[in-house]
């Protein structure tokens, strides 16, 4: 006798095979391709306009991000191509005891806590880098792009964005022309964005609250502008990030929608699912509700799903060798083999992009069709690349949309003539 539970059970194991087998056909053609790639031709729109404004790029992810090799390679091409209208957003990952890209350094008098998307205990708001550093001490920061940095740190532009709890606050910049406003995005009514207008291009600058009171003040990041259009690529990834993080603490999204303004949206997770419990339905659930709050915030904007690099699973091994009558040597062993889930994951984003119409590059079949480029751009746990395997990936992708942005053009032309021709 077949009861309740067990029938359910297996229309959910129908279900996952079916979400499997619907993918598995396609997994591996046309690797190097964006698809429903049109769904970015908005995007792509914007691109073609660049010369004359500036178009928000949002790359949010997991570590393979937050470090910046990958997302820095992509922008930088992207920028070299299409215009550079800045470094984007940028946060003092130094500060809060945590990784981050090279190319800039904050520092500060004060003693900084730091605060994440993926804490078990963490505040209610966490501002459009899903991290936050806090401090009780009087606040103060200075900024330093590095002169031979890869990617151009001038400024003319800064918008620091912040929480003194506190109206009755002062914001100290002697270099530049101060503007404070309220409520950059939602959580509280003390959030607020000071825009410094620096009368010449810089790469560094100080400034300092003063009557902040005794609450602790939290610094969520800055926006820097170099005053020229073109792409302003915003990169943002914390180390363990899963999309249940950015969905359970929602305000992340709303204030990257709010205060960043993507016309694109690239999300680069699913590595981080793969290594726990994972349930096929659930992760595309989350995948769903990602997609559908960054639509319902900002309709306008484009999204790319990417799939996870083929990572890999560690197993450690320790044996003892007889070298002698009585004498043993103890050897230890690493051996790695591919983690079953990865596939999964990738299968469940490329069948969801495919199903709602999204655009997707899945990174995971290029990694493998590209494993001998990849044979040295591995870490030494082979989850992560080193920076030459992630600048690799970030020129793959840059390649991708190159292809896809190429095709809108011809669309464009094509739809052009066609409309000439009825005239």
Known sequence: MITGTENNLGRSMLTVLALLLTTFSTYAQNAGMIQQDTALFRAFDQLSKADSNVVSILHLGDSHVQAGYFSLATAALLQQ??????????????????????????????????????????????????????????????????????????????QLLYDANTDSNNLVCPEAEITVTGMPFPGSPTIKMATLNFPQSSQSFQVRWENTGNLPFRFYGAVFQNGHNGVLYHSVGINGAMYQHYNDLSNVLLA???????????????????????????????????????????????????????????????TRKKIGKKKYRTIHSTAYYPNPYISMATQQIV????????????????????????????APDHIHFNPRGYQLQGQLLYEALKQSYNQYLQVKKKNQVNTDDRH
């Not at 992760?283 to 083929?310: G, H």
């Open 81 to 158: 191509q299409f215009g550079y209208a800045g470094r984007g957003f940028v946060f003092p990952y130094n500060l809060a005891g945590t990784n981050g890209p090279e190319d800039y350094r904050w520092n500060s008098p004060s003693r900084w806590t730091m605060e994440r998307v993926i804490d078990r205990y963490k505040p209610p708001v966490l501002g459009p880098g899903a991290i936050t550093i806090q401090t009780q001490a009087t606040p103060a920061l200075s900024f330093t792009g590095k002169q031979d940095a890869a990617m151009d740190n001038n400024f003319r532009k800064v």
């Open 256 to 318: 990257q929608m709010s205060v960043l303004q993507p016309r694109l949206v690239i999300i680069s997770l699913g590595t981080n699912e793969a290594y726990g419990k994972f349930d096929p339905l659930l992760f595309r659930n989350e995948i769903d509700k990602t997609v559908q709050l960054i639509r319902q915030q900002l309709p306008t904007a484009c999204i790319l799903l990417t799939t996870p690099p083929d990572c890999m699973r560690a197993v450690r091994k320790t």
């Open 351 to 378: 069948g969801y992009a495919r199903q709602h119409g999204v655009a997707c590059w899945n990174f995971n079949a290029v990694n493998k069709d590209e494993k001998d480029r990849f044979a040295g751009g591995w």
